[in-house]
Nanobody, 120 residues
């Protein structure tokens, strides 16, 4: 069973920053090649935001967040982070992590996620 726990969400004003964390079980972290961040805004479908290959640290981003968000990992802690800077109201969403490669949403069993709210 994939075990992932998201945390770090909150409410900030536009231009602010937040850092999200995704803690995985050791088994999950070493089994899967990638960890990705996704989000779902109210009334919208899930969309891919960013991801990282846990073994070599290669990262990738959606165009909408490039230059503002940074994904990183701590292999010793089995944890992946999403540093979000220069937040915009359109970043408001519930954010989820998933043990998948790429930003395409398919066959993902979502966890609880963590809410990010950006006010203008």
């Amino acid at each position: 069973k994939v075990q992932l726990v998201e945390s770090g969400g909150g409410s900030v004003q536009a231009g602010g920053s937040l850092r999200l964390s995704c803690a995985a079980s050791r088994l999950t972290y070493v089994t899967y090649l990638c960890m990705g961040w996704f989000r779902q805004a109210p009334g919208k479908e899930h969309e891919g935001v960013a991801g990282i290959h846990t073994r070599d640290g290669t990262t990738y981003y959606a165009d909408s967040v490039k230059g503002r968000f940074t994904v990183s990992r701590d292999n010793a802690k089995n944890t992946v982070y999403l540093q979000m800077n220069s937040l915009k109201p359109e970043d408001t969403a519930r954010y989820y992590c998933a043990s998948v490669c790429g930003l395409v949403v398919r066959d993902i069993l979502w966890g609880q996620g963590t809410q990010v709210t950006v006010s203008s």
